[in-house]
């Protein structure tokens, strides 16, 4: 992957950022046009600039960055790059004050710098996606502060175990390779079983959880075996659920350790972010994929 030193050899312009962008939004240089994706547009005098008569009868003007996560920025692409880079290579994450201090001048705000990342983020929410294989492992986790650390008008003012006040997660990963996270409304059996079918192909060697009681009925559509937490029990031969536990633990040591605090809110954008660079990790263009997804489907207008 790029590293940060390379930055200003790569991208000594500008315009080699855009026309990086351009190669990576719209491969072979085929532009089209981000509202109805019509092919038949054209080149306007203005650098970077197209028209589209099939969606507009006076035409639709549109801009490289149009439709992207970079739409309606003061800052240049360099920028954006910059502050992509830096998430891609922090492990654990890195803060929107981090990177404030970092990449931005003094006089900018943490909002901008916050605002930057989320709408990174999002183009890391567009990754790609197809139903695990081989050996799969699932769990589920809660994030978030005890309840009873809150200020007391931030309390749930509900009463149960550790779980009280926190978001529940699930996550399933293919041992030694993707891994798909999402924070879900609570941890009953059409709950994680919905999620299980959705991720989780029928054709997976061995489905692995712990003992939850809702994932007692998974053995009639896969080949599905548990580790007992309860009794100690955390292998047995190829049976355990270390491979998604490892995960849960970066996510909650970058929860700790450089974010502090996520709300439920953006909490689905924090897990695409650590499951993006965790899928791509081996993957020596995971910043050329990252720059493609910030302008794929899905993204649109008003990500400010």
Not at 79 to 85: G, Q
Not at 222 to 251: D, M
């Amino acid at each position: 992957m790029i590293k940060l030193s390379d930055l200003d050899q790569l991208f000594p312009s500008e315009d080699a950022c855009k026309l990086f962008l351009l190669e990576h939004r719209w491969p072979g240089g085929k532009v089209q046009c981000p509202r109805c994706k019509s092919a038949k547009v054209y080149q306007l005098s203005q650098a970077w600039h197209w028209q589209c008569h099939q969606c507009a009868k006076q035409g639709y003007r549109f801009s490289l960055i149009a439709g992207t996560v970079f739409e309606n920025t003061k800052y240049p692409l360099k920028t954006w790059f910059t502050v992509a880079l830096l998430m891609l290579h922090a492990k654990k994450g890195m803060s929107a004050l981090q990177i404030k201090r970092t990449v931005f001048p003094a006089t900018a705000s943490y909002e901008t710098a916050w605002s930057m990342c989320r709408r990174i983020r999002r183009a890391m929410n567009n990754d790609e996606f197809q139903q695990l294989l081989g050996i799969v492992e699932v769990d589920e986790t809660y994030v978030g502060g005890k309840d009873k650390n809150r200020h007391w008008h931030k309390r749930s003012h509900k009463t149960g175990g550790e779980a009280s006040g926190k978001v529940a997660v699930i996550g399933a990963i293919s041992r030694k390779g993707q891994v798909v996270a999402k924070a879900i409304a609570n941890t009953r059996r059409s709950t994680l079983n919905g999620f299980i079918r959705q991720v989780v192909s029928p054709s997976v060697a061995l489905l692995a959880t712990d003992e939850h009681p809702a994932y007692g009925k998974l053995k009639a559509e896969y080949p599905h075996e548990i580790v007992r937490h309860c009794n100690h029990e955390y292998v047995q031969g190829i049976v355990h659920t270390n491979s998604i536990e490892s995960f849960w633990a970066l996510l909650k040591r970058g929860v700790m350790g450089s974010f502090h605090h996520l709300s439920r809110k953006y909490l689905p954008l924090y897990l695409a972010e650590f499951t993006f660079r965790h899928n791509h990790r081996h993957d020596a263009q995971m910043f050329d994929l990252l720059i493609a997804g910030c302008g794929g489907p899905g993204l649109g207008l008003g990500l400010s």
